[in-house]
């Protein structure tokens, strides 16, 4: 797709978990000083941080079937540090509730990739630019307050009630912004994320992070469809998009 | 309330018409070039103003009081827009349905009061800002871009699924927010918004804006309650807060 195509869109709205931000590092960060604290320095706090990250969409899966009312990703993380203690054989049992819960607030303090906010900040100037992430609405706000990430709105799981990959989450997010689908470009380094918003007929940026997962990564290291636009930051894609460079 | 009172407040969330955005004015400019294109100058743009902002309670009260689901803003004041052409005596028959759709942005172009941006700027320093208001997000997006007003997320009636002044529009919004009420503070130029959100267990904050209704307005000149804080603007109530003026 030409960026002249581009010309219909109204708002830019972005995958944040591995896009915009850099979540292993982050998770993996406060996991270290968790496990020092612990005395668990045989715990690798990658390893921590990808097993509480496969977790992930099991857990909302169980919302998204159906099986369980919507909860926000907040409570779901929580839910699922429970599980990675007994996975990685950490006692519980000694550790005061307080600390965990302050342990969740991780996924809150995650850091933007070098190009996030720059390019963001750039999109602004001509799109609505909010984050359409599965992350809930408090996590997003902190995130973007300890980031400066410049989001016009915060849209997403939470405010459409249901999460990614489902089609409502697209599609309700398009209504609540009174936009077609086809006025609003999904940005994201999944493609799997890609193909259902592109299914419901949104645009489609891909952007490739290729040490989302380290440096052994194997997954969307390459796009898998004819994405409109593929960009190797987001600030790439503004570039690409011809948005100025603030001054 | 000191200010030393406040130190447990995270969030200050606002209403918006009235208190923020003076929406008399913005309404009336855009009614006054309408009325001009259809050869009615003998209708005052203020009057249209007042006569649209008087069906707003009413057509919200369908919603709250549970005769009719939750429909956002923009479609109440598309369906007051009607009303307000019949009571003046306009021949709606004559007007492309587009042209009245474009007018009902007028609500999305909004002008803040002279202090608002400044002053919602200074506190984003220290707490977490949003709107808390009966516009929807699309409409809070619009007017935030085209005044810099720099929300941290945009909350409110659409988020909620109910307007004020029911409870849930405030418990349910500190509930997204992961606060208790007495963590947030609400701000407002009207009595009853205050009311309704203390008896939440909010935070409240009046501020003065004795020319919402214009030159001869006889509502909200004064407090009717103890409010927590009583404040001649919104840059006023940031430095009664402490909040440092930025460079």
């Not at 965990?100 to 190009?115: I, K, Q, S, T, Y």
């Not at 390019?119 to 001509?126: N, P």
């Not at 936009?179 to 994201?188: D, G, H, K, S, T």
């Not at 949104?202 to 290729?210: E, G, M, P």
Request: include cysteine; aromatic fraction near 6%.
């Amino acid at each position: 797709m030409s960026v002249e195509q581009f010309k219909d869109v109204k708002a830019i709205v972005f995958d944040v978990f591995g896009t915009v931000v850099d979540w292993r590092s982050g998770v993996s960060r406060d996991a270290a000083a968790f496990l020092a604290r612990h005395d668990r320095q045989d715990i690798d706090p990658d390893d921590f941080a990808d097993c509480w990250r496969n977790h992930y969409a099991p857990a909302m899966e169980e919302v998204n079937s159906g099986r369980r009312a919507f909860v926000r990703l907040d409570v779901l993380h929580r839910e699922n540090l429970d599980k990675v203690l007994i996975e990685l054989g950490i006692d519980a049992t000694s550790i005061p509730r307080s600390e965990l819960d302050e342990l969740n607030l991780a996924w809150h303090r995650l850091d933007p990739w070098p190009d996030s906010v720059q390019g963001i900040q750039r999109l602004k100037k001509r799109f609505i630019v909010a984050p359409l992430s599965n992350g809930n609405i408090r996590l997003m706000i902190d995130m973007a307050k300890r980031s400066r990430l410049p989001w016009d709105a915060i849209l997403g799981a939470e405010v459409a009630g249901i999460y990614k990959p489902m089609p409502e989450a697209y599609l309700r997010t398009a209504d609540i912004l009174a936009l077609r689908p086809e006025e609003i470009c999904l940005v994201a380094a999944h493609n799997n994320d890609l193909a259902a918003a592109r299914q419901c007929g949104l645009r489609t940026a891909f952007i490739l992070r290729a040490n989302e997962h380290g440096a052994d990564q194997k997954t969307d290291l390459h796009p898998t469809q004819d994405w409109d636009i593929i960009a190797d930051s987001i600030d790439d894609l503004a570039t690409k998009l011809k948005t100025p460079i603030p001054q």
